[in-house]
């Protein structure tokens, strides 16, 4: 079972703070297909943040743009997200994603794509 470590979660103040969370994969995994950040706040519904796919394509949601960067470590199974510049509406809790191909040794180690999420870090930007 492949999971995912989270960390660098915090509070900044808003515009003056930065922070860059990072997401670990561990566990025997064949390859990436994607990781990705995505975020909750209180009351609203999950959202996408950033994704990075397995060739280093990214793609971000309009409100970070300019702002976030997500960034891979191929070697290490590792995602990071910069974020700049942050606001309070970036307030909540980030999750890491992952969308990964494992060896099924139920299923005569065949190929079989997964995913999984990571405990969320806290992000707070207040003054």
């Known amino acids: 079972q492949v999971q995912l470590v989270e960390s660098g979660g915090g509070l900044v103040q808003p515009e003056r703070g930065s922070l860059r969370l990072s997401c670990a994969a561990s566990g025997t995994i064949v390859s990436l297909n994607s990781m990705a950040w995505y975020r909750q706040a209180p009351g609203k519904q999950r959202e996408l943040v950033a994704r990075v796919s397995g060739s280093g394509g990214t793609n971000y949601a309009d409100s970070v743009k300019g702002r976030f960067t997500i960034s891979k470590d191929s070697d290490k199974n590792t995602v990071h997200l910069q974020m700049n510049s942050l606001k309070p509406e970036d307030t909540a809790v980030y999750y890491c994603?992952?969308?990964?191909?494992?060896?099924?040794?139920?299923?005569?180690?065949?190929?079989?794509?997964?995913?999984?999420w990571g405990q969320g870090t806290q992000v707070t930007v207040a003054s």
């Open positions: 994603y992952a969308d990964y191909i494992q060896l099924d040794r139920i299923r005569d180690w065949r190929p079989v794509r997964r995913e999984t």
